[in-house]
C-alpha cells in the first residue's frame, strides 16, 4: 500500500474535508432560516422543520445501504458521484416552489451526503498508516464539526444578503467544487468482499458496542442542542444565539483536533472515555450556569471542546473492528449519529412539554452517563480487531 508523508498526506485530504463541510452545512443551515422557508413555501414551522427529520433519516438508512452495495469501486468515482447527487438535490430545494417538491430534492441530496460522507473517512483511513490514521481522521471529521457550528450563523447572516434561496445555490455551487476536488485524490479500492460478508457488519457484536455508545452520546447532546434557544433564553438573547453556537464551535474544532493527537497516542478508548466524561460533566454544569451569559459561553465552550472527541475515536475502534469492510462500518457509525440526532429532538421535545426548558440538561447529562457506562462495560469485553485486509492505493 502507499503511504504518504504526514505533511502530504494532510494536503491529500483536504478535498475531503472541505466535502464533509459543504454537505453537512446543508443539515444545520435551515434551521437558522425555517420562518422564511416555511412563510415563502405557506406550510407552518414545525412542517417546515421536518426536511431536517428526512434529511437526518434519510441519511442514517441509506448510509449502510450504499456502502454495502458500492464496496469494490474506486473511491474517487463513489466520492464524485455522491457530491453530484447532493448538488441535484441542492438545486432542487433552492428551485422548488413547493413543500413537496423541496422534501423530495432534501432526499435526494441526503442520498447524496450519505454516499459521500463514510467513504471521506474510509479513504483517510486506509491511506494513513497506524501512527497518523487519528489525525487522518480528525482532519475529514474537522469539515463535518465545522459545518455543525456555522450552519445556522451561516443561514442567519449570509440570508439577509442574498436571500435563503440564494443561501441554497451557494451550497449547490460548494457541492460542484467538492465534487471536482475529489478527483485529485489517489486511486483508491477497498477490499472486495462479497455483499453477503459486507451487510454481517451490522450483526457483529463489537459493532454494535460501538454504534450503541455513538447513539447515546449523539441523543445526549442533541436532547439539548437542539431546543438550545429555549434553554439559554433566561440570559442570552436571540442576538447573541449565533455568536454562542460560534463559542461552542471553537470548542469542537480544538477537540477534533486534539482527539486525533490524542487517539495516536493513548488510543481510542481512553480518548473516548475521556471525552464523555467531560461531556457529561459539562451537560451537569450547563444548569447552574444558565443564570449569567458568560457561564453559558464558558460551559458550551467546554462541552463543545469534549463532547467533539468523541467522533474520532469510535470512528478509528471501527477501522480496525472491521477491517475488512471499513466503509460499511463508517457509513454505520455516521448513521447512528444521526440516529442519536433524531431521538434526541425527539426525547427533548417530549422532556420540554412536560417538564420545561430547565430539565433539558438534566436529562441530556444522565445520557450522557449512561453513554459512560457502556464505554466503561466495554473495558471488559475488548474490542477484537480484526487483522487489517489489502488496500489497493
Request: net charge positive; aromatic share 8%; glycine share 10%.
Amino acid at each position: 500500500m502507499l503511504r504518504r508523508s504526514s505533511n502530504n498526506l494532510y494536503r491529500a485530504l483536504i478535498p475531503l474535508a472541505v466535502g464533509t463541510f459543504v454537505l453537512g452545512t446543508d443539515l444545520f443551515v435551515l434551521n437558522g432560516m425555517l420562518p422564511l422557508i416555511a412563510d415563502d413555501l405557506n406550510v407552518s414551522i414545525s412542517t417546515a422543520g421536518q426536511l431536517t427529520t428526512m434529511f437526518s433519516w434519510t441519511y442514517a438508512i441509506a448510509s449502510p445501504l450504499i456502502a454495502a452495495a458500492t464496496g469494490s469501486w474506486d473511491r474517487r468515482w463513489l466520492l464524485g458521484s455522491g457530491a453530484l447527487l447532493f448538488v441535484l438535490g441542492m438545486i432542487g430545494q433552492a428551485a422548488g416552489e413547493s413543500f413537496a417538491v423541496m422534501a423530495a430534492a432534501r432526499i435526494v441530496a441526503a442520498l447524496g451526503a450519505a454516499a459521500f460522507q463514510a467513504n471521506a473517512f474510509a479513504v483517510a483511513g486506509v491511506v494513513a498508516d497506524d501512527a497518523n490514521r487519528g489525525k487522518a481522521l480528525a482532519l475529514v471529521a474537522t469539515g463535518l464539526t465545522l459545518s455543525s457550528v456555522a450552519g445556522v450563523p451561516i443561514g442567519i447572516f449570509v440570508e439577509r444578503w442574498i436571500g435563503w434561496r440564494g443561501v441554497l445555490w451557494a451550497i449547490a455551487a460548494a457541492g460542484a467544487v467538492a465534487a471536482v476536488l475529489v478527483l485529485l485524490l489517489p486511486r483508491v479500492t477497498l477490499p472486495e468482499t462479497g455483499l453477503r460478508e459486507r451487510v454481517s457488519v451490522l450483526i457483529r457484536r463489537p459493532v454494535l458496542r460501538v454504534l450503541l455508545v455513538t447513539t447515546a452520546a449523539m441523543t445526549a447532546t442533541f436532547t439539548t442542542f437542539v431546543y438550545l434557544p429555549v434553554v439559554v433564553a433566561p440570559s442570552v438573547s436571540q442576538n447573541l444565539l449565533a455568536w454562542l453556537m460560534l463559542t461552542m464551535g471553537v470548542g469542537q474544532v480544538l477537540g477534533n483536533a486534539l482527539a486525533g493527537r490524542a487517539v495516536d497516542r493513548y488510543g481510542p478508548q481512553r480518548t473516548l472515555t475521556f471525552g464523555i466524561v467531560g461531556t457529561a460533566a459539562g451537560l451537569i454544569l450547563f444548569g447552574p450556569a444558565i443564570h449569567t451569559a458568560w457561564t453559558v459561553f464558558a460551559v458550551l465552550a467546554v462541552t463543545g471542546l469534549f463532547g467533539a472527541t468523541v467522533m474520532v475515536p469510535q470512528q478509528t475502534r471501527l477501522f480496525g473492528i472491521a477491517a475488512d469492510a471499513p466503509t460499511v462500518a463508517l457509513g454505520l457509525n455516521g448513521s447512528a449519529i444521526y440516529l442519536g440526532g433524531g431521538i434526541g429532538s425527539i426525547v427533548g421535545g417530549a422532556v420540554l412539554d412536560s417538564f420545561g426548558a430547565s430539565w433539558l440538561p438534566v436529562v441530556s447529562a444522565l445520557i450522557a452517563c449512561a453513554a459512560l457506562a457502556i464505554t466503561v462495560s466495554a473495558r471488559r469485553a475488548p474490542d477484537r480487531a480484526r487483522a487489517t485486509a489489502p488496500v489497493t492505493v
